[in-house]
């Protein structure tokens, strides 16, 4: 991902998403920052964003999409607490990324199940090539 306006996009729908069970945790927060800093996006342009409408973005490269999606889940996971709110609009965002339900539903039942909410990349991406086939 080149664009510093797709990398804006990218961070405005993980906090956008980060707020949906009402409020933010300090270690969203905190995974948000790491997320931005690994983008490079500059801290105040990161800070502007808590006080901006979403960024429509559209992720061309099904690989990104899926990597947004797994950013997404680890912050649903960041604060302990796993919200039914959280839990519907995770699905919801995967399915409006064109991303198979049923990838869906794996990956996120895989992450509950580990103790560290982590699941290894390769994993990741089978579940989803698995569904291309």
């Not at 199940?113 to 090539?129: G, M, R």
Request: hydrophobic content about 45%.
């Amino acid at each position: 991902m080149n664009d510093y306006k797709e990398k804006l996009a990218l961070l405005s729908d993980m906090i956008a998403f980060s707020v949906v069970d009402g409020r933010l945790h300090e270690r969203e927060y905190l995974f948000l920052a790491m997320i931005a800093e690994e983008l490079q996006v500059d801290k105040g342009d990161f800070k502007n964003l808590f006080h901006q409408e979403e960024y429509p973005a559209v992720i061309k490269s099904e690989f990104e999409r899926i990597q947004q999606f797994y950013r997404l889940a680890l912050l649903m996971h960041c604060d302990g607490v796993l919200h039914e709110r959280e839990h519907i609009k995770i699905h919801e965002i995967g399915i409006n990324m064109g991303l198979n339900p049923h990838a869906i539903k794996r990956v996120l039942k895989a992450m509950e199940a580990s103790p560290t909410k982590l699941i290894s990349a390769e994993f990741l991406l089978e579940v989803f090539q698995e569904q291309l086939n």
